[in-house]
């Protein structure tokens, strides 16, 4: 009944931008904090940036000052604006709800999306 749907990965050459999506649908009735991750072949997940409710960012050392989060609560959607991308951004980017209540009273926790590719060429 609840989904985490990905979208906005591709490729892009070194230097560019993308702008990821991940649109939350179903009975949902509030979500809380977000959290963007990316897996990279043959490394560990790896958090990249969250956004609380309220809008309270925090980022991975390596993506500051390139990435920006951003959230529309109405439209329960969390964005990643990425900047100055790098071969070594390369991987799998995932969202995730630490909390999303329904409307039915019911609640999931670290609710995962299934993934967009990126793809970095130098």
């Known amino acids: 009944q609840v989904q985490l749907v990905e979208s906005g990965g591709g490729l892009v050459q070194t230097g560019g931008s993308l702008r990821l999506s991940c649109a939350a649908s179903g009975t949902i009735f509030s979500i809380d904090s977000m959290v963007w991750y990316r897996q990279a072949p043959g490394k560990q997940r790896e958090l990249v940036a969250g956004?609380?409710?309220?809008?309270?960012?925090n980022y991975a050392d390596s993506v500051k000052g390139r990435f920006t989060i951003s959230r529309d609560n109405g439209k329960n959607t969390v964005y990643l604006q990425m900047n100055s991308l790098k071969p070594e951004d390369t991987a799998v980017y995932y969202c995730?709800?630490?909390?999303?209540?329904?409307?039915?009273?019911?609640?999931?926790?670290?609710?995962w999306g299934q993934g967009t590719q990126v793809t970095v060429s130098s």
């Open positions: 995730k709800a630490d909390r999303i209540q329904t409307t039915n009273r019911g609640a999931h926790y670290d609710f």
């Open positions: 956004i609380t409710r309220g809008g309270i960012t």
